[in-house]
């Protein structure tokens, strides 16, 4: 009875975190700040994954390194973490192979690189998994408990989804500000011309010296 109640809790928890993101996705437009958009999805799944930690990193293609974008952690000594290399540490590691990563007990994992601040936040467990658009991996998402915990298969799937929503809402918002900068720079062309041909106008022919 106890097993049925808490796998209908999470089912749920599931359902509040997908229902969560998509309103997320409806509400983006092109006066919101990414930022503030990604701090919103670790903030909701936190809450409805009761997750001690939990945090975006996105992939730097050009500096070749993975970053915090978004915590709800107010710590910061954990918001300022080293950024991680592809392959460096858990959350290099899903990101180069692009499958989920769960470690039960982080204090004792030799791949894992920030024991100190593990340990000072009281972090025990972590579930890791890939933000991926189109085949391409764009960051991971990682969730800390406080206490030792086993995640089941049901939880990294649940935990998958909300990254997959995730990166479709980070893509729609790259988009976005892509066809934002694109039609600037088509009005600033048009301008520019428009301007060229009142000068050319106003000037006249040139006459000819005799």
């Not at 764009?138 to 929503?165: C, K, M, N």
């Not at 009005?187 to 050319?200: P, Q, V, Y």
Request: charged share 30%; hydrophobic share 35%.
């Amino acid at each position: 009875m106890e097993l049925k109640q808490s796998n209908e809790k999470t089912i749920e928890n599931a359902k509040d975190i997908i229902e969560a993101l998509s309103k997320i996705g409806e509400a983006i437009t092109s006066d919101l700040y990414l930022k503030d958009i990604l701090k919103l999805i670790v903030t909701v799944t936190a809450e409805v994954m009761d997750s001690k930690i939990c945090t975006l990193m996105l992939l730097d293609p050009k500096r070749k390194e993975l970053a915090i974008k978004a915590t709800q952690s107010i710590s910061k000594e954990y918001i300022n973490k080293n950024p991680l290399k592809p392959g460096e540490g858990i959350a290099g590691k899903v990101a180069v192979e692009n499958k989920p990563e769960s470690i039960y007990n982080i204090s004792g994992n030799k791949d894992y690189k920030y024991h100190d601040i593990a340990k000072k936040e009281g972090l025990a467990s972590l579930l890791c998994v890939p933000l991926h658009v189109k085949g391409k991996v764009s960051g991971v998402i990682t969730t800390y408990t406080s206490r030792p915990h086993h995640f089941s298969e049901y939880e990294t799937h649940i935990l998958q989804t909300v990254a997959d929503q995730a990166a479709i809402v980070i893509e729609n918002y790259r988009l976005i500000v892509e066809t934002k900068v694109i039609k600037e720079e088509l009005e600033s062309r048009k301008a520019i011309e428009k301007a060229k041909g009142i000068l050319m106008t106003e000037q006249g022919p040139k006459k000819s010296r005799a």
